[in-house]
């Protein structure tokens, strides 16, 4: 088993930055990504790494503007958000999964989080 607890949620300006943290404890050997869900809208890919930190995958939306990075030691993945858009807004939820790879789609997540708001105000 694997609980994930998700953190750094909030409010911010468009423009503006935020950094999502995700504790994992457990079984802890898994890779790690995140994924969000605006209202009235589907639970969409956002990001993933692999265990060893080598291998990220970004859904085209965020690239260039989020990034995903661990701590092993910590068991925490980190997502920093920057130039923040509105349509950013959405809960978003850590997720783990076997591979980085297999985290780009829902049907490859293992365990959620509960998921933090993130709001984007124009």
């Known amino acids: 088993q694997v609980q994930l607890v998700e953190s750094g949620g909030g409010l911010v300006q468009a423009g503006g930055s935020l950094r999502l943290s995700c504790a994992a404890s457990?079984?802890?050997?898994?890779?790690m990504g995140w994924f969000r869900q605006a209202p009235g809208k589907e639970r969409e890919f956002v990001t993933s790494?692999?265990?060893?930190?080598?291998?990220?995958f970004y859904a085209d939306s965020v690239k260039g503007r989020f990034t995903i990075s661990g701590d092993n030691a910590r068991s925490t993945v980190y997502l920093q958000m920057n130039s923040l858009k509105p349509e950013d807004t959405a809960v978003y939820y850590c997720?783990?999964?076997?591979?980085?790879?297999?985290?780009?789609?829902?049907?490859?997540?293992?365990?959620w989080g509960q998921g933090t708001q993130v709001t984007v105000s124009p």
């Open positions: 457990g079984r802890t050997r898994y890779a």
């Open positions: 997720a783990a999964g076997t591979t980085s790879a297999v985290l780009r789609t829902k049907s490859g997540v293992a365990y």
């Open positions: 790494i692999s265990v060893s930190g080598g291998t990220t």
